[in-house]
């Protein structure tokens, strides 16, 4: 299907809305394909393609009553009764004070610019995708580099996808937008053997455009190491001491701290930064950003889920508490205007520190990096933190041996106080963030 068909409907269904008598309408509609190739001991395992996998998604308000609704299913009658249903259950629900739909002065532009002004972010890879027999090919020698890695003895299999999506984004107030995005994933898991022990580890990667996939080199060797990382990994005695955060897990803390500005937690008073806005969180060397106007990225975007202008937003400046996070909704709730943050964060960065990774190491006598986290987040009320944890004992900088069956707690208050960053910054999904260091964690162990 073609967006100018996803258009087709997103009009029906808001003429059918209005129809039925909804006084405010938001409605979506998204199409996708997916192709995906898998191999395992330099066989195909798997070929497996989604061809214009559709969705609409319809919120509608009766005076300030809402509902919402989602369906796969684009048949007419269907369509009707869907329209029929979720209006009748908005009549029915219970006021919200703080149900809007954005009016003209706080959307990214007008409609008909937005193709326009939408093409800098470069969401759409442009250049022809590889074709079924590359992405094999790919798929292949990936697997080989890995099964190089010195002590990897057996591969899990490895991958590469590539996808593109549209949508169709429309409002009563007269917002129409559509777009399309690319997406490519390489990944790669092996199995590591020493002895009678064995550990597993991959790589997982993707990229709006294929040029920006890491190398099968980079990808293979991650694998290898993350796989061969953990042999001979044991327990360390209960103490408090320095924890050094992995990259791929420092980006868990930087999602937290995101989660704990949002602006409903704010107004409930379910954070543990309800009082702390404008307050010294960080060292003054921190500096927090949340940018949706980055090319290429996955949570670049012009406007929200509300169609609200999106802006660059420094979340964290000079380690101060600078705003909330906030919908309309919840900038209602507080009396301050929505951030443009109803889809959630776009693409948050922690500033670079000066330090390197390995100088970082080195700065304490002993540490526990932490190169996985087993369990769920913090308390977001509290700020509290306990979390299974596994990764490597250093001793001024060097290896000593793998550490699994620990536990890691703190508080993220007092974490932040004297955090230290290196310059290592690496981008998982969408959040971007380097190597941290917490000088006083319980580590529980043996």
Same mark, same amino acid.
């Given at each position: 299907?073609?967006?100018?068909?996803?258009?087709?409907? $997103?009009?029906? *269904?808001? #003429?059918? @809305?209005?129809? &039925?008598?909804?006084?405010?309408?938001?409605?979506?509609? =998204?199409? /996708?394909?997916?192709?995906?190739?898998?191999?395992?001991?330099?066989?195909?395992?798997?070929?497996?393609?989604?061809?214009?996998?559709?969705?609409?998604?319809?919120?509608?308000?009766?005076?300030?009553?809402?509902?919402?609704?989602?369906?796969?299913?684009?048949?007419?009658?269907?369509?009707?009764?869907?329209?029929?249903?979720?209006?009748?259950?908005?009549?029915?629900?219970?006021?919200?004070?703080?149900?809007?739909?954005?009016?003209?002065?706080?959307?990214?532009?007008?409609?008909?610019?937005?193709?326009?002004?939408?093409?800098?972010?470069?969401?759409?890879?442009?250049?022809?995708?590889?074709?079924?027999?590359?992405?094999?090919?790919? $798929?292949?020698? *990936?697997? #080989?580099? @890995?099964?190089? &890695?010195?002590?990897?003895?057996?591969?899990?299999?490895? =991958?590469? /996808?590539?996808?593109?999506?549209?949508?169709?984004?429309?409002?009563?107030?007269?917002?129409?937008?559509?777009?399309?995005?690319?997406?490519?994933?390489?990944?790669?898991?092996?199995?590591?053997?020493?002895?009678?022990?064995?550990?597993?580890?991959?790589?997982?990667?993707?990229?709006?455009?294929?040029?920006?996939?890491?190398?099968?080199?980079?990808?293979?060797?991650?694998?290898?190491?993350?796989?061969?990382?953990?042999?001979?990994?044991?327990?360390?005695?209960?103490?408090?001491?320095?924890?050094?955060?992995?990259?791929?897990?420092?980006?868990?803390?930087?999602?937290?701290?995101?989660?704990?500005?949002?602006?409903?937690?704010?107004?409930?008073?379910?954070?543990?930064?309800?009082?702390?806005? &404008?307050?010294?969180?960080?060292?003054?060397?921190?500096?927090?950003?949340?940018?949706?106007?980055?090319?290429?990225?996955?949570?670049?975007?012009?406007?929200?889920?509300?169609?609200?202008?999106?802006?660059?937003?420094?979340?964290?400046?000079?380690?101060?508490?600078?705003?909330?996070?906030?919908?309309?909704?919840?900038?209602?709730?507080?009396?301050?205007?929505?951030?443009?943050?109803?889809?959630?964060?776009?693409?948050?960065?922690?500033?670079?520190?000066?330090?390197?990774?390995?100088?970082?190491?080195?700065?304490?006598?002993?540490?526990?990096?932490?190169?996985?986290?087993?369990?769920?987040?913090?308390?977001?009320?509290?700020?509290?933190?306990?979390?299974?944890?596994?990764?490597?004992?250093?001793?001024?900088?060097?290896?000593?041996?793998?550490?699994?069956?620990?536990?890691?707690?703190?508080?993220?208050?007092?974490?932040?106080?004297?955090?230290?960053?290196?310059?290592?910054?690496?981008?998982?999904?969408?959040?971007?963030?380097?190597?941290?260091?917490?000088?006083?964690?319980?580590?529980?162990?043996?």
């Amino acid at each position: 299907m073609s967006t100018r068909d996803d258009m087709r409907v $997103a009009k029906r *269904l808001m #003429r059918l @809305a209005k129809k &039925y008598g909804a006084t405010g309408v938001t409605c979506s509609v =998204s199409s /996708s394909t997916n192709e995906a190739i898998e191999v395992r001991d330099q066989c195909v395992e798997k070929f497996g393609a989604t061809i214009g996998e559709r969705q609409l998604g319809l919120s509608v308000l009766v005076g300030k009553r809402e509902a919402s609704i989602e369906s796969e299913c684009f048949g007419a009658q269907h369509c009707e009764r869907l329209v029929e249903r979720v209006v009748a259950m908005a009549k029915v629900a219970t006021e919200n004070p703080y149900a809007a739909i954005a009016p003209r002065e706080l959307w990214p532009c007008d409609p008909a610019c937005l193709t326009e002004k939408e093409a800098f972010l470069e969401r759409c890879d442009k250049n022809p995708p590889p074709r079924i027999g590359e992405m094999k090919a790919l $798929a292949l020698e *990936l697997e #080989r580099s @890995a099964l190089h &890695y010195p002590d990897v003895t057996k591969s899990s299999g490895a =991958s590469v /996808s590539r996808g593109m999506g549209t949508s169709v984004f429309m409002t009563s107030e007269g917002f129409i937008a559509e777009h399309k995005g690319t997406s490519y994933t390489k990944s790669v898991s092996m199995i590591a053997a020493r002895g009678s022990e064995m550990q597993s580890g991959g790589d997982y990667h993707s990229a709006r455009h294929f040029a920006d996939l890491r190398s099968n080199e980079e990808c293979a060797r991650r694998a290898g190491e993350s796989a061969v990382m953990l042999l001979g990994a044991k327990p360390i005695a209960t103490q408090v001491m320095p924890v050094i955060f992995d990259p791929r897990v420092a980006v868990r803390i930087l999602g937290w701290f995101f989660g704990a500005t949002n602006g409903r937690n704010v107004h409930f008073k379910s954070t543990f930064l309800l009082d702390k806005k &404008y307050e010294q969180l960080f060292p003054d060397d921190v500096t927090i950003t949340d940018d949706p106007h980055i090319p290429r990225k996955f949570g670049s975007r012009l406007y929200d889920a509300e169609c609200v202008k999106t802006a660059r937003h420094e979340l964290v400046r000079n380690g101060r508490l600078m705003m909330w996070t906030t919908s309309m909704e919840s900038g209602l709730m507080l009396g301050i205007p929505s951030s443009g943050h109803a889809s959630g964060k776009s693409n948050l960065l922690l500033s670079f520190g000066s330090v390197t990774r390995a100088e970082l190491c080195r700065s304490v006598p002993t540490a526990f990096l932490v190169t996985g986290l087993l369990g769920h987040g913090p308390n977001i009320a509290t700020g509290d933190f306990s979390s299974g944890a596994e990764g490597l004992l250093l001793k001024d900088g060097e290896i000593i041996h793998p550490v699994n069956e620990v536990t890691i707690a703190g508080n993220l208050l007092d974490m932040w106080k004297t955090m230290r960053h290196g310059s290592d910054r690496e981008e998982y999904g969408s959040v971007s963030c380097p190597s941290l260091l917490f000088d006083r964690m319980t580590v529980s162990g043996a």
